[in-house]
């Protein structure tokens, strides 16, 4: 076994231990060559992989802090709610609705939900978090007309998927668009990571059985703290 491999299973174990508890701050790359006995670009190595596996993290000003295992999410399971594919990963997951209200749609929202300019629809704003940590801040836009009543129903509890179900119309099918982004200073704050740091947007239009678009949404996931796996088929 290499010396940073063997350096970094040392580390690995003292979080999973508790030695190093998640948030807390792990001694500088300086503090560690010296503890360890190897130079700074061993330890360099040895804190990579534990980044790239999601159990540390590096900030600006704050050092290498303790993580949680990045979320591994599946597009080859088919549609589910995040409540749903967070259970099946084990791991636990909580919703802070920010706002929910009715307006006009107006832009890209209009043109994604095939809508004229000014049609009503629900705006959603979400903060969903994983295992405690802000994992992913969502928008989502729905046509009013389709769903009476969906601005009543608690959505921190109930999914937006099985809140649509109960109206008559659920989600049959969904097409998402991938990016890469950098934090600005609002979803820096939401997501708990520094300016600047990478992060994945996805544009998600939702259809109901009939092909009609019945959501539009814009999700920023943590950059750090998810990887996605898709499966693809072979014309």
Request: glycine residues 8%; hydrophobic residues 35%.
């Amino acid at each position: 076994m290499n010396l940073y491999a063997s350096i970094g299973d040392d580390l690995l174990s003292k979080i999973l231990d508790g030695t190093y508890e998640l948030g807390q701050t792990i001694p500088t790359e300086m503090e560690l060559a010296a503890s360890y006995g190897v130079s700074r670009s061993t330890i360099r190595q040895a804190l990579q992989s534990l980044v790239s596996t999601g159990y540390l993290e590096k900030r600006k000003r704050r050092g290498t802090i303790v993580t949680r295992p990045k979320v591994d999410q599946s597009f080859a399971m088919g549609i589910a709610s995040f409540e749903d594919d967070m259970r099946r990963l084990g791991r636990s997951a909580s919703t802070n609705v920010i706002a929910l209200k009715r307006t006009g749609a107006q832009g890209e929202v209009a043109d994604a939900l095939g809508l004229p300019q000014g049609q009503e629809v629900y705006k959603l704003v979400r903060l969903r978090s994983v295992d405690g940590q802000p994992n992913v801040f969502v928008e989502s836009y729905v046509p009013a007309l389709p769903y009476p009543g969906l601005d009543e129903v608690d959505l921190e509890r109930t999914s937006l998927y099985d809140a649509m179900d109960g109206c008559g119309r659920p989600v049959a099918t969904a097409r998402r668009r991938l990016e890469v982004t950098k934090a600005d200073a609002t979803t820096a704050a939401l997501l708990d990571v520094e300016v600047g740091d990478p992060l994945y947007l996805f544009h998600t239009v939702a259809r109901d059985e009939g092909g009609t678009p019945v959501e539009y949404s814009v999700a920023t996931y943590h950059g750090q703290s998810n990887s996605f796996e898709f499966e693809v088929t072979r014309r």
